[in-house]
């Protein structure tokens, strides 16, 4: 029987080891990244059936990268691993694609089942998540009204960066641009959602939660 190829991605090496000791002899740990950018371009390059990832990563954020995923390959498996029992979070997840959701300190009683889940076609959701799971999957069908939406990916991208308060130029360089285009994306992003500095622009993303990573919890840039 051939084993399910499994791609992890978590920012934190203690969670991987741990993961890794809990994956069993039917799936293979293809590799581990630890950031958002690095999970895309890992499934570019590799064959991967399923991909465990959480939702506050460096450079790119687990939402954004499983979106990105979804559209470079699409057979792909999404199993969200993470600390965040949010109910919007949960049903952003699964409304992008993602087969499964489960809570982080009930990995060891759950990851085995909600692999075999989603690689028989099926949607796993942990019973720890505070919403009811009819719920979740009839919220994730319907069409989302958030300004964020409206973000194109790169912008997205860009505002991650900004609200991790890099520079210009320092996000530039991790996007392989100018910190010309930087500013132009920025621009961009002020004049749909009406916002006037990149203050602005990191409060609008900090306050509406949008990138939930150790940096966007720190004060909003002042450059």
């Excluded at 991909?51 to 687990?62: K, Q, R, Y």
């Excluded at 199993?79 to 049903?91: G, Q, S």
């Excluded at 409304?95 to 060891?108: F, N, P, Q, T, V």
């Excluded at 960066?161 to 641009?177: F, N, P, T, Y």
């Amino acid at each position: 029987m051939t084993r399910a190829r499994v791609l992890l991605a978590d920012d934190h090496s203690l969670v991987v080891e741990g993961i890794r000791k809990l994956l069993d002899d039917n799936v293979e740990l293809v590799g581990t990244v630890g950031d958002g950018m690095s999970l895309v371009k890992a499934v570019a390059e590799k064959e991967v059936d399923v991909v465990l990832l959480d939702i506050s990563m460096p450079l790119l954020n687990g939402i954004d990268a499983a979106r990105q995923i979804r559209k470079i390959s699409p057979d792909t498996k999404l199993i969200f691993l993470t600390m965040h029992a949010d109910r919007d979070y949960v049903v952003e997840a699964l409304r992008i694609g993602a087969s499964g959701y489960l809570l982080k300190w009930s990995a060891e009683t759950e990851l085995g089942a909600a692999i075999d889940t989603v690689l028989r076609g099926g949607i796993y959701l942990t019973p720890a998540l505070p919403a009811e799971r009819a719920d979740l999957l009839s919220s994730c069908c319907a069409e989302s009204t958030k300004h964020p939406g409206a973000l194109s990916a790169r912008e997205r991208e860009v505002l991650q960066l900004v609200v991790q308060g890099r520079s210009a130029k320092e996000i530039g360089d991790v996007l392989h641009v100018s910190a010309k285009t930087v500013e132009f994306h920025k621009y961009r992003m002020m004049k749909k959602l009406g916002l006037h500095s990149t203050i602005e622009l990191a409060k609008y993303a900090v306050e509406r939660q949008l990138f939930l990573s150790p940096a966007s919890k720190s004060e909003p840039p002042t450059h």
